[in-house]
């Protein structure tokens, strides 16, 4: 996505050090809402460095990427990393959304902790809302040649229509547990297995 400036931007709080070795503590409100932080940044070495905690309020994230498919998002956020691209990036974070709008629909209770390392995240994720609740465990792994996904997740509920991805809203909901290991996205290169148990569908009637 194409990322787009701020606008007006105004900080309440201290800027200490200096533009190698910066301290950021305070609010920043710009038009596209506000974001507190208590925030550490060391640019002295070659690989750039920060750690702290950062909070958003009512930030929209569409406006930043120029895109209707997300909105506004409510989040905590504490993280350690080092790297400004990402195959360079080490990223420890431990996260929580308490809502964050998605094609359309505003999505809530996330939970979500782990590491990015050159393109690999391995971690957890939980989600609590009344049309989608699943645990996630694994790994997304896009830094080798062939994408590597080692993963498990169980769906309790899983609402596609809410998210405009199915036009059948007689659909409800579905839910089940599925084990991917594998190497591979594309069916020609693909070598691993998939497996998907307890797969429940509910339909409303009414």
Request: glycine share 8%; with cysteine; hydrophobic share 35%.
């Amino acid at each position: 996505f194409p990322v787009t400036i701020a606008g007006k931007v105004q900080l309440q709080g201290e800027l200490m050090g200096s533009y190698s070795d910066l301290n950021l503590f305070g609010v920043i409100t710009t038009d596209i809402g506000e974001i507190k932080t208590d925030f550490h940044l060391d640019a002295s070495n070659e690989i750039t460095s920060y750690s702290g905690i950062v909070s958003a309020k009512n930030t929209d994230i569409g406006k930043i990427y120029k895109t209707d498919q997300m909105g506004k998002i409510n989040c905590d956020l504490s993280l350690k990393g080092q790297g400004d691209d990402l195959d360079h990036l080490s990223l420890e974070f431990d996260s929580r959304i308490s809502q964050f709008e998605l094609l359309h629909y505003n999505l809530q209770n996330i939970e979500a902790k782990g590491n990015y390392r050159h393109r690999n995240f391995n971690g957890q994720m939980t989600i609590d809302d009344v049309n989608v609740n699943l645990n996630f465990d694994g790994i997304v792994n896009f830094g080798e040649a062939l994408p590597v996904l080692d993963f498990d997740a169980h769906i309790s509920t899983f609402n596609p229509s809410v998210f405009g991805l199915i036009s059948d809203t007689s659909l409800s909901s579905f839910s089940g547990d599925i084990q991917m290991r594998s190497e591979g996205l594309d069916y020609s290169e693909f070598e691993g297995y998939a497996s998907m148990r307890n797969l429940k569908f509910y339909r409303d009637w009414e």
